[in-house]
């Protein structure tokens, strides 16, 4: 039942959005209200325990929003509002920041964002490897649009933001400029340096696209091209971002046995280019390391010490995921698909591949080494294919089918076109319990939104549907690694001054009404690897922009989230040259 309700003097009328006559409800609350006053607020969120994001306790209050702006946080047990929702025993929370959200390509087909929304997450900043943002009219997500009749009628941040808005959305969403994506609509998978004339190509590239918002400069530097891209490569289009106050933001090159000296590139990157670092879901993924994250944190924090703002993102789980053919060496992948699969197709090149994976490799992340057959499960394969490996590992998949581990391996990638995912069975919960003690690391769910998830094909990673309420359940009011302002903080405030958010993930006058409610006591992930299709416990209420998203732990179906920008700044001199100067967008 509804806790959305009334005026400060009616009785308790329930209020559901998930109607059309939403504005027929408000009126029947002014009704019954007496039609008196008029209400200073259009929400107030009633008998709380605000936790305001910033790492402060948590206290008794009343939240006010008028528009799509907190006007007022305290005692407002006199004041009315013309929606009030009460929240009794239950905690009031900035709205949740997803500091590595997939969710581009999702928020197209969809805008309801459902699987991300019932996190209680409001914002999202996409952008590792790729971004729709970026696409070009041969990128392979194309076709699917036009497949599902959405056209693609944008060039550039700006034209994608503005369609998301035209079309609706759940959340806000900004994006970062990959360098793998820029490189690739410049040089496609070409292995080589790029000429005078490509490295210009991208850095007109980046410089437009800070220009139009985005919030950085992000690599993904263990998958083709980027792992092609040298370190000077990388600052030379980093210092493009810091020209605008932009980040830097990273998929190292190594997270298994090259861990310490793939921060040590992304240290220099972020010091030679003179702009703040974050390092994407900071982990140790490589069963012989387990235990030295205390290492690995001492290390970046000796950074921090020395001046490079460095910072990290975390997903709660001890298991990663990503397509199977990142088990390749960057050689097999030179040239896309097509190229790979005539490789693959050669006993001499499969050889090759086992030998460089067994006794280990430093061109590459080596995760099929690192995890093991038994470590590597099969999440989906593409639509229409035989499903029946979903769900299970390798070395489970060649035992059923009676053949070697590794012939069942390059003939999955064979069969599917390279079109895997794989659940890779990494770190150890001591590491990730280290890490999310440190405050300078935020949390990430390194997934896309997902709408009507039961009955959908596949067994993606629970992530996409777990991740801040795990936290909160598992980390905070389980365990007791964190305290819960503490959680709270990393989901809000620290995660909007990472990625660079204005007037977001605090409750405080002035900032935007992103809003969540959830139950301290019952809040938590329902996912799970076998089951990963299942909504979270305890999210009661979610605010986007001042208005009503989530009732009653159901979606309302009004979409007011936005497309989100960089805030201007004066720009430094540009490092590119034949870019005429304009004000950022």
């Known amino acids: 039942?509804?806790?959305?309700?009334?005026?400060?003097?009616?009785?308790?009328?329930?209020?559901?959005?998930?109607?059309?006559?939403?504005?027929?409800?408000?009126?029947?609350?002014?009704?019954?209200?007496?039609?008196?006053?008029?209400?200073?607020?259009?929400?107030?969120?009633?008998?709380?325990?605000?936790?305001?994001?910033?790492?402060?306790?948590?206290?008794?209050?009343?939240?006010?929003?008028?528009?799509?702006?907190?006007?007022?946080?305290?005692?407002?047990?006199?004041?009315?509002?013309?929606?009030?929702?009460?929240?009794?025993?239950?905690?009031?929370?900035?709205?949740?920041?997803?500091?590595?959200?997939?969710?581009?390509?999702?928020?197209?087909?969809?805008?309801a964002a459902e699987s991300h929304l019932r996190q209680g997450i409001t914002s999202e900043i996409i952008g590792e490897a790729s971004s729709p943002a970026f696409w070009q009219a041969d990128t392979g997500d194309v076709a699917l649009l036009n497949n599902r009749g959405i056209p693609f009628d944008w060039g550039g941040l700006a034209g994608f933001l503005q369609k998301l808005e035209t079309a609706g959305i759940a959340l806000n969403l900004g994006s970062l400029v990959p360098a793998n994506q820029v490189r690739s609509n410049v040089m496609r998978l070409a292995a080589r340096a790029p000429t005078d004339a490509e490295r210009q190509a991208m850095r007109l590239a980046v410089e437009q696209a800070m220009r139009d918002g985005a919030f950085g400069l992000s690599s993904a530097l263990i998958y083709p091209p980027g792992s092609f891209m040298t370190t000077g490569d990388l600052v030379e289009l980093a210092r493009i971002a810091a020209a605008h106050g932009g980040i830097y933001v990273s998929h190292i090159r190594g997270e298994t046995h090259r861990l310490l000296?793939?921060?040590?590139?992304?240290?220099?990157?972020?010091?030679?280019?003179?702009?703040?670092?974050?390092?994407?879901?900071?982990?140790?993924?490589?069963?012989?390391?387990?235990?030295?994250?205390?290492?690995?944190?001492?290390?970046?924090e000796e950074a921090r010490a020395s001046g490079?703002?460095?910072?990290?993102?975390?997903?709660?789980?001890?298991?990663?995921?990503?397509?199977?053919?990142?088990?390749?060496?960057?050689?097999?992948?030179?040239?896309?698909?097509?190229?790979?699969?005539?490789?693959?197709?050669?006993?001499?090149?499969?050889?090759?591949?086992?030998?460089?994976?067994?006794?280990?490799?430093?061109g590459w992340e080596n995760f099929l080494r690192s995890?093991?057959?038994?470590?590597?499960?099969?999440?989906?394969?593409?639509?229409?294919?035989?499903?029946?490996?979903?769900?299970?590992?390798?070395?489970?998949?060649?035992?059923?089918?009676?053949?070697?581990?590794?012939?069942?391996?390059?003939?999955?990638?064979?069969?599917?076109?390279?079109?895997?995912?794989?659940?890779?069975?990494?770190?150890?919960?001591?590491?990730?319990?280290?890490?999310?003690?440190?405050?300078?690391?935020?949390?990430?769910?390194?997934?896309a939104a997902q709408t009507d998830a039961a009955g959908q094909p596949g067994k993606p990673h629970p992530r996409g549907f777990g991740t801040m309420p795990r936290v909160l359940g598992h980390y905070v009011r389980e365990h007791g690694i964190l305290s819960l302002p503490e959680a709270v903080?990393?989901?809000?405030?620290?995660?909007?001054?990472?990625?660079?958010?204005?007037?977001?993930?605090?409750?405080?006058?002035?900032?935007?009404?992103?809003?969540?409610?959830?139950?301290?006591?019952?809040?938590?992930?329902?996912?799970?690897?076998?089951?990963?299709?299942?909504y979270p416990a305890g999210i009661r209420t979610v605010i986007v922009n001042g208005v009503i998203a989530l009732d009653a732990g159901e979606p309302t179906g009004r979409r007011a989230g936005r497309g989100l920008r960089r805030a201007p700044v004066v720009p430094r001199p540009s490092p590119v040259a034949a870019v005429a100067a304009a004000p950022a967008s």
């Open 1 to 111: 039942m509804s806790r959305h309700a009334r005026p400060a003097d009616a009785p308790r009328p329930t209020l559901r959005f998930t109607q059309a006559s939403t504005l027929a409800a408000l009126a029947a609350v002014a009704l019954a209200a007496g039609c008196g006053s008029t209400p200073e607020f259009d929400v107030i969120v009633r008998h709380g325990t605000v936790v305001d994001g910033t790492g402060a306790p948590a206290r008794p209050a009343d939240v006010g929003i008028v528009g799509d702006r907190i006007t007022e946080v305290g005692d407002l047990s006199s004041r009315r509002g013309r929606v009030e929702v009460d929240a009794s025993n239950l905690v009031v929370a900035p709205g949740f920041i997803d500091t590595q959200g997939q969710s581009g390509r999702a928020l197209l087909l969809d805008g």
């Open 261 to 300: 000296t793939a921060l040590d590139e992304a240290v220099t990157i972020g010091r030679e280019a003179g702009l703040p670092v974050v390092v994407y879901h900071l982990k140790v993924a490589e069963r012989s390391r387990w235990g030295t994250m205390p290492d690995v944190l001492a290390k970046i």
């Open 308 to 362: 490079v703002d460095i910072s990290a993102t975390q997903y709660p789980y001890t298991v990663a995921g990503t397509s199977l053919d990142a088990c390749l060496p960057d050689w097999v992948l030179e040239g896309g698909t097509g190229a790979a699969l005539r490789r693959l197709a050669d006993p001499d090149v499969r050889r090759r591949i086992r030998r460089e994976v067994e006794r280990g490799h430093d």
């Open 371 to 447: 995890a093991g057959f038994d470590g590597v499960t099969i999440a989906s394969v593409p639509s229409g294919a035989d499903d029946s490996v979903v769900g299970q590992n390798l070395a489970a998949i060649a035992s059923a089918r009676g053949a070697d581990p590794w012939d069942v391996f390059f003939d999955l990638l064979v069969e599917h076109q390279l079109a895997v995912s794989a659940l890779y069975a990494l770190m150890h919960d001591d590491d990730v319990r280290a890490a999310m003690t440190r405050p300078w690391i935020t949390i990430g769910t390194d997934s």
């Open 489 to 534: 903080h990393k989901m809000t405030s620290a995660a909007a001054r990472q990625m660079r958010l204005v007037d977001r993930g605090e409750l405080r006058p002035g900032a935007f009404a992103d809003v969540v409610v959830f139950d301290p006591a019952t809040i938590g992930d329902r996912a799970t690897f076998d089951e990963p299709r299942q």
